[in-house]
T-cell receptor, first 113, second 115 residues
């Protein structure tokens, strides 16, 4: 059973546009929701993260929107740039301070110049 | 800060041999490190959780005798792929968890090719 569902699988956006990636989860015990960015051949890098007591968090061009009742969270990339072209993974955290991450299947974002 | 390194970055080995991959947290201590496996165009799959000074916890379906994990210090964990076979070819990524943090910091990955 897939514990976190990520969509879309791929996304093409024009430069300057808004990229939106969505994730949905079932288990209300998840307590931390990060987004990772991964370039080909590299390890993932933490982009932005949110805890369930906050509905939105913004860092530069990146915003997480969190809807606890709907058990959904999304990543918004404003003013998308070609350098943002990468694969994005949402993840959910469980198990306390030494807990684990479960990753979504990823979204390949292509920003066209 | 929060830099994690892996060595080697890529390795080619022959079937039946063993390969060791190192994961180091360079500027912080990590009581917990994680090992992931990623096949092309797929997501990261957790293989095992490594705690300093204790035995690793393996995810269901991961052979602990094949993937040996040692977390000998607060800054170093190693993954040894024993008797490697072509199906073990993959991208192996480690992450380290600073004490008291939820944020895992990932290494750059190791590309393993078994011929």
């Amino acid at each position: 059973q897939q514990q976190v569902k990520q969509s879309p699988q791929s996304l093409i956006v024009q430069k300057g546009g808004i990229s939106i990636i969505n994730c949905a989860y079932e288990n209300t015990a998840f307590d931390y929701f990060p987004w990772y960015q991964q370039f080909p051949g590299k390890g993932p890098a933490l982009l932005i993260a949110i805890r369930p007591d906050v509905s939105e968090k913004k860092e530069g061009r990146f915003t997480i929107s969190f809807n606890k009742s709907a058990k959904q969270f999304s990543l918004h990339i404003m003013d998308s740039q070609p350098g943002d072209s990468a694969t994005y993974f949402c993840a959910v955290h469980y198990g306390g301070s030494q807990g684990n991450l479960i990753f979504g299947k990823g979204t390949k974002l292509s920003v066209k110049p | 800060g929060a830099v994690v390194s892996q060595h080697p970055s890529w390795v080619i080995c022959k079937s039946g041999t063993s390969v060791k991959i190192e994961c180091r947290s360079l500027d912080f201590q990590a009581t917990t490190m994680f090992w992931y496996r990623q096949f092309p165009k797929q997501s990261l799959m957790l293989m095992a959780t490594s705690n300093e000074g204790s035995k690793a916890t393996y995810e269901q379906g991961v052979e602990k005798d094949k993937f040996l994990i040692n977390h000998a210090s607060l800054t170093l964990s190693t993954l040894t792929v024993t008797s490697a076979h072509p199906e073990d070819s993959s991208f192996y990524i480690c992450s380290a968890l600073p004490v008291g943090s939820y944020e895992q910091y990932f290494g750059p990955g190791t590309r393993l090719t078994v011929t």
